[in-house]
């Protein structure tokens, strides 16, 4: 069984910093990206950041200059450092990847419980 388990959500102030971690456990063959989502209250979910397997990472515009994403591909995690954040980032964070569990198996999307991020202005 694949599971992608967050942790590193919580309340802090505005300016202040997070940082979310996510570990992919079970049988993967490979992992090809690896990122996060969030979803604000009554919003659509939203790329925040992702990161490919050779590391090319995408970023939300919203979030350039101030979140880092990093991989730790020998033991797929993948970390979401968030600096000066804003009241705006509110919301539930998920973790993202696209993977396959063996050669033959076709890849697919996994992903976590979403881990709740809040931030008080």
């Known amino acids: 069984q694949v599971q992608l388990v967050e942790s590193g959500g919580g309340l802090v102030q505005a300016g202040g910093s997070l940082r979310l971690s996510c570990a992919a456990s079970?049988?993967?063959?490979?992992?090809?990206?690896m990122g996060w989502y969030r979803q604000g209250a009554g919003e659509q979910r939203e790329l925040v950041a992702t990161?490919?397997?050779?590391?090319?990472?995408n970023y939300a515009d919203s979030v350039k200059g101030r979140f880092t994403i990093s991989r730790d591909n020998a033991k797929n995690t993948v970390y979401l450092q968030m600096n000066s954040l804003k009241p705006e980032d509110t919301a539930v964070y998920y973790c993202?990847?696209?993977?396959?569990?063996?050669?033959?198996?076709?890849?697919?999307?996994?992903w976590g419980q979403g881990t709740q991020v809040t931030v008080s202005s």
């Open positions: 993202y990847a696209n993977g396959r569990a063996s050669a033959l198996a076709i890849f697919r999307d996994y």
């Open positions: 990161s490919t397997s050779g590391g090319s990472t």
């Open positions: 079970g049988r993967f063959f490979s992992i090809n990206y």
